[in-house]
C-alpha cells in the first residue's frame, strides 16, 4: 500500500493528475477544497475546515481501502481527522495542524497535535496506528520549554511504538534532514523539514521518498512525502 502526504497549497482539483501520478493507495492532502472535482471512479474523499474558508482544509483521499471518520472526531480540532481504513486494517490520523493559530477560529479550537493526541492516546498505541500529515513545525524552531515543541511531540509518538519512518529509513536525525518538505515563498534557501508520516515501529516498510524541489515548485511550497509499505 502507497500512502501519500501533501500539502498542495489550494486548487486540488487542478493539481489532482499530479497527484494521481503518485499511484497513491491513501492520500491525506493539507488546504484543499471541500468540494473537490475530477476524482476516479470509485475514489472516497473525507474533508474537515472551516466552513467559512471551503477552499482551505483537510482532505483524505482513498483509490481502493475503504475509509470512514471516527466517531472521536471533534470539529473544533484545526485540523486533525481519526480514520479508520480497510484492507489492510490500521487507523490514520491525518494531520494539518494551525497550532497557536488555531485561535483564529476561536478560543475553544485545538492546532497543537499533543492535545489531540492526548485525546487519542488509546487509538494511537495500537499496533496498526498511522500519524501522517502536515505539522507546521520542526525542532530547528524548538526553544526551552516551549508549548509546542516539536521534540516533545517526536518523543511523545516514540513512547506510543510510533517512529517517523523517514528519519528511520535514513538514519538522519530531527533538524538535520537532507531532504526538505516546505519551501517558503517558493525559496529553495528558505526550507524545513515539517511533514511527517509515523508508523509502529515494526512495520515493514518498503521504501519512503520525499519529492524534489524542482519538480514541485510550480504545484506548491510543499513537495510530497511517500510511504511504501511492504507487502506481506
Not at 6 to 25: E, G, H, I, T, V
Not at 77 to 99: E, G, Q, T
Not at 131 to 147: L, M
Request: negative net charge.
Amino acid at each position: 500500500m502507497r500512502l501519500v502526504s501533501w500539502n498542495c497549497n489550494q486548487s486540488l482539483s487542478r493539481k489532482l493528475p499530479r497527484l494521481l501520478a503518485l499511484a497513491p493507495d491513501l492520500a491525506v492532502i493539507q488546504e484543499c477544497q471541500r468540494t473537490l472535482e475530477n476524482l476516479p471512479d470509485g475514489a472516497t474523499y473525507l474533508w474537515v475546515g472551516n466552513e467559512q474558508n471551503p477552499r482551505k482544509g483537510l482532505g483524505v483521499i482513498s483509490f481502493g481501502p475503504q475509509i470512514s471518520a471516527e466517531p472521536l472526531h471533534r470539529a473544533i480540532w484545526s485540523y486533525f481527522l481519526p480514520l479508520n481504513i480497510s484492507s489492510p486494517r490500521m487507523r490514520l490520523l491525518a494531520v494539518w495542524a494551525y497550532n497557536h493559530r488555531a485561535s483564529r477560529f476561536g478560543a475553544e479550537h485545538i492546532g497543537k497535535p499533543m492535545d489531540v493526541f492526548r485525546e487519542l492516546e488509546d487509538g494511537l498505541s495500537g499496533a496498526a496506528t498511522v500519524v501522517a500529515g502536515d505539522f507546521n513545525n520542526s525542532v530547528e524552531w524548538d526553544r526551552p520549554g516551549g508549548p509546542n515543541n516539536f521534540a516533545a511531540v517526536d518523543n511523545y509518538l516514540n513512547k506510543l511504538g510510533l517512529r517517523s519512518v523517514y528519519h528511520g529509513e535514513t538514519g538522519e536525525s530531527l533538524g538535520s534532514e537532507s531532504r526538505d518538505t516546505y519551501f517558503h515563498t517558493k525559496s529553495k534557501d528558505n526550507s524545513f523539514h515539517i511533514d511527517y508520516i509515523y508508523a509502529p515501529k515494526a512495520t515493514p516498510i518498503g521504501s519512503v521518498s520525499v519529492g524534489s524541489f524542482t519538480e514541485w515548485r510550480d504545484a506548491s511550497d510543499h513537495v510530497p512525502i511517500v510511504l511504501d509499505f511492504e507487502s506481506r
